[in-house]
């Protein structure tokens, strides 16, 4: 299983990015898959995971401004950021379930991760 996460950056408060994952040697409509993420100084946090139905699991501290998506076409998955504030900033990981019946239960870590992205929100 291989994960490479893109689009992160350096972004004012109040913008927006748009993280993708590129997934190979999984499906990303099959499993589990979520983002996390992990600020300076600070243990790795879920930000928001999806089941292979398409129900989803936020972060509170992200609700309402963030999306998480699939790409079946391009096998990857998507995080669409809106409103970005400072606390946001932190290095933005994708992770795959890869076994199991594709639900999520929560904002456990997964299995398996990507190398990351990093996200700067400036104010």
């Known amino acids: 299983v291989q994960l490479v996460e893109s689009g992160g950056g350096s972004v004012q408060a109040g913008g927006s990015l748009r993280l993708s994952c590129a997934a190979s040697?999984?499906?990303?409509?099959?499993?589990?898959m979520g983002w996390f993420r992990q600020a300076p100084g600070k243990e790795r946090e879920g930000v928001a995971v999806?089941?292979?139905?398409?129900?989803?699991i936020y972060a509170d501290s992200v609700k309402d401004r963030f999306t998480i998506s699939v790409d079946n076409a391009k096998n990857t998955l998507v995080l669409e950021m809106d409103r970005l504030t400072p606390e946001d900033t932190a290095m933005y990981y994708c992770?795959?379930?890869?076994?199991?019946?594709?639900?999520?239960?929560?904002?456990?870590?997964?299995?398996?991760w990507g190398q990351g992205t990093r996200v700067t929100v400036s104010s």
């Open positions: 040697g999984v499906t990303v409509s099959t499993y589990c």
């Open positions: 999806i089941s292979k139905d398409g129900s989803t």
């Open positions: 992770a795959a379930e890869g076994l199991g019946a594709g639900y999520c239960y929560g904002l456990y870590e997964l299995n398996y």
